[in-house]
């Protein structure tokens, strides 16, 4: 078993939906989690970045965290083409150098105009 | 967050050169970190690169074929040497900056022919 799981799509839906991107985990000790999008021949940009349970909200773009599920999710309201991208997501016990990033396979998403 | 300016952006290599990519980082960092990325597929650590400290490879990768140098707090190179045409990836240096996350460069395109 991985230890992050991340549904590979790809996802397509309409403009104006709302999206949901979902990873699970098996390590408990993880404690930040992170989003992040990667558009075709660039390097990954860092939308979201939690620590521990909870909700954190920036513009369209929300990330919840379920420690006891182990379960994170990204939500894109009002979805517009500009979000047709991949989309990862990771993880990491801590910000240390002994701590390393697992980052999930990926999620291809596409927003029909 | 840290911003890093990766370069070069992308290049075409003979086999058996090497290539030394850079990033320089906007702020003063305590870890780099060295990924490879191959098409379609999630990021695989090469190595965490403390300054002052030689850096730490993961396993499959040795300092001998991805020499690493970070002399300061806001720079680092990785060289890839005796390149093959297996080596053909893209490459990603990445910083993590505390309390923001990790942030990535834009990474580089290397293609070995």
């Known amino acids: 078993q991985k230890e992050v799981e991340q549904d590979p799509g790809p996802l397509s839906v309409p403009e104006g939906a709302i999206v949901s991107l979902n990873c699970t985990y098996s390590?408990?000790?993880?404690?930040?989690f992170m989003w992040y999008r990667q558009y075709s021949r660039k390097g990954p940009e860092l939308l979201m970045y939690?620590?521990?349970?909870g909700n954190k909200e920036d513009g369209r773009f929300t990330a919840q965290v379920d420690k006891s599920s182990k379960y994170i999710s990204l939500f894109i309201r009002d979805s517009q083409p500009s979000d047709s991208a991949t989309y990862l997501c990771?993880?990491?016990?801590?910000?240390?150098?002994?701590?390393?990033?697992?980052f999930g396979s990926g999620t291809r998403l596409s927003i029909r105009p | 967050s840290a911003v890093i300016s990766q370069k070069p952006s992308r290049d075409i290599c003979q086999r058996g050169t090497s290539l030394t990519i850079q990033c320089q980082v906007d702020?003063?960092?305590?870890?780099m970190f060295w990924y490879r990325q191959q098409p379609g597929q999630s990021l695989t650590l090469i190595a965490t690169?403390?300054?002052?400290?030689?850096?730490?490879?993961e396993s499959g990768f040795v300092i001998d074929k991805f020499p690493i140098s970070r002399p300061n707090l806001t720079f680092s190179t990785l060289t890839v040497s005796n390149m093959s045409p297996e080596d053909s990836s893209i490459y990603l240096c990445?910083?993590?900056?505390?309390?923001?996350?990790?942030?990535f460069g834009s990474g580089t395109r290397l293609t070995v022919v």
């Open positions: 939690t620590y521990s349970s």
């Open positions: 702020s003063q960092v305590t870890m």
């Open positions: 390590n408990s000790a993880f404690q930040y």
């Open positions: 990445s910083a993590a900056a505390q309390g923001h996350g990790y942030t």
């Open positions: 690169a403390n300054q002052g400290s030689e850096a730490t490879y």
């Open positions: 990771a993880m990491t016990a801590g910000v240390s150098s002994a701590s390393k990033i697992i």
